[in-house]
């Protein structure tokens, strides 16, 4: 039986997502978050989130799933699929996040668009980078930031998620220390002597 760190944050890609894309995930997410960060598949696929009408695939669906198969030593979930996501509201998304929660997800289906230099494979890695990477600061409890350069502001467009940078501003940097700090100090009370 492996034994896996307690307060880890689990990738689980869905599919065929291979470690060209979810390393360079799990780097970042433990060097902004800080936390050791694990490639565990916990769904199998998401056919069940799968709306006909749409011809995509529901994201808050997903996230109830995913968070339901979290194991126990998972502090955080982030999912990372091929499939085009939508919410109602919107014709697609990029990824979606339980705000203070669990469970995020990610897609990669719409962030290779618009790439017009020789460079599609490092700029696509980056957007996918950058967007998991803003859904679990929503799990943080982090919201869409006005900077434009910040990693958490809300982008319409893959040009959008170009533009920003791979860093929080200096505001949303103190809200996810302060979020962080708060967890630890839970984890720890909780924690027998």
């Given at each position: 039986m492996k034994i896996y760190p307690e307060h880890s944050i689990?990738?689980?890609?869905?599919?065929?997502?291979?470690?060209?894309?979810t390393e360079p995930v799990k780097k970042e997410i433990n060097r902004?978050?800080?936390f050791?960060?694990?490639?565990?598949?916990l769904?199998?696929?998401?056919?069940?989130?799968?709306d006909s009408g749409r011809n995509q695939h529901h994201s808050t669906s997903i996230l109830q799933h995913l968070e339901k198969s979290a194991p126990p030593f998972?502090?955080?979930?982030?999912?990372?699929t091929k499939v085009d996501l939508f919410i109602p509201i919107l014709t697609h998304v990029y990824g979606e996040a339980q705000l203070g929660g669990k469970?995020?997800?990610?897609?990669?289906?719409?962030?290779?668009?618009?790439?017009?230099?020789?460079?599609?494979?490092?700029?696509?890695?980056?957007?996918?980078?950058?967007e998991a990477v803003h859904e679990l600061g929503h799990t943080f409890n982090l919201r869409h930031c006005k900077e434009h350069v910040c990693i958490m502001h809300y982008c319409r467009t893959e040009l959008d998620v170009d533009r920003k940078s791979d860093q929080l501003c200096r505001?949303?940097?103190?809200?996810l220390d302060d979020e962080i700090t708060r967890f630890r100090k839970?984890?720890?009370e909780k924690k027998p002597c």
């Amino acid at each position: 039986m492996k034994i896996y760190p307690e307060h880890s944050i689990v990738i689980s890609p869905i599919g065929n997502v291979g470690t060209e894309i979810t390393e360079p995930v799990k780097k970042e997410i433990n060097r902004i978050f800080g936390f050791p960060a694990l490639i565990v598949p916990l769904l199998e696929d998401v056919d069940f989130a799968f709306d006909s009408g749409r011809n995509q695939h529901h994201s808050t669906s997903i996230l109830q799933h995913l968070e339901k198969s979290a194991p126990p030593f998972a502090i955080k979930v982030i999912a990372i699929t091929k499939v085009d996501l939508f919410i109602p509201i919107l014709t697609h998304v990029y990824g979606e996040a339980q705000l203070g929660g669990k469970a995020c997800v990610v897609s990669t289906y719409r962030l290779k668009d618009h790439i017009t230099t020789a460079h599609t494979d490092f700029i696509f890695k980056q957007r996918i980078v950058k967007e998991a990477v803003h859904e679990l600061g929503h799990t943080f409890n982090l919201r869409h930031c006005k900077e434009h350069v910040c990693i958490m502001h809300y982008c319409r467009t893959e040009l959008d998620v170009d533009r920003k940078s791979d860093q929080l501003c200096r505001y949303c940097k103190i809200l996810l220390d302060d979020e962080i700090t708060r967890f630890r100090k839970s984890a720890a009370e909780k924690k027998p002597c």
